[in-house]
Nanobody
């Protein structure tokens, strides 16, 4: 399984970014996926998840601002982030929605999102 996240960058508070994750080596359309983030000095946390049926769940901290989606033809998962806040600054990763999934992959480099105030 390989996962490559992209789309991060520097944005002002209130701005938007769209992250993308390309997946390979898995039966993508049958797999629930998630976006995680790790801020400096903090543990990695799951912020959004999408099931194979496109049911979505969000951490309270991003609910109403972030939207996860998937394209099963392109084997891609996306995270649309709006109304960004400085506390959203982190390295963002995609992976299975849970470490218990058999297709849970090694963490890649992720993509850095920096939100300036």
């Amino acid at each position: 399984v390989q996962l490559q996240a992209s789309g991060g960058g520097l944005v002002q508070a209130g701005g938007s970014l769209r992250l993308a994750c390309a997946a390979s080596g898995m039966f993508f359309s049958f797999n629930a996926m998630g976006w995680y983030r790790q801020a400096p000095g903090k543990q990695r946390e799951l912020v959004a998840a999408i099931s194979e049926d496109e049911d979505t769940n969000y951490a309270d901290s991003v609910k109403g601002r972030f939207a996860i989606s998937r394209d099963n033809v392109k084997n891609m998962v996306y995270l649309q982030m709006t109304n960004l806040k400085p506390e959203d600054t982190a390295v963002y990763y995609c992976n299975a929605d849970s470490p218990t999934r058999p297709y849970f992959a090694s963490w890649g480099q992720g993509t850095l999102v920096t939100v300036s105030s």
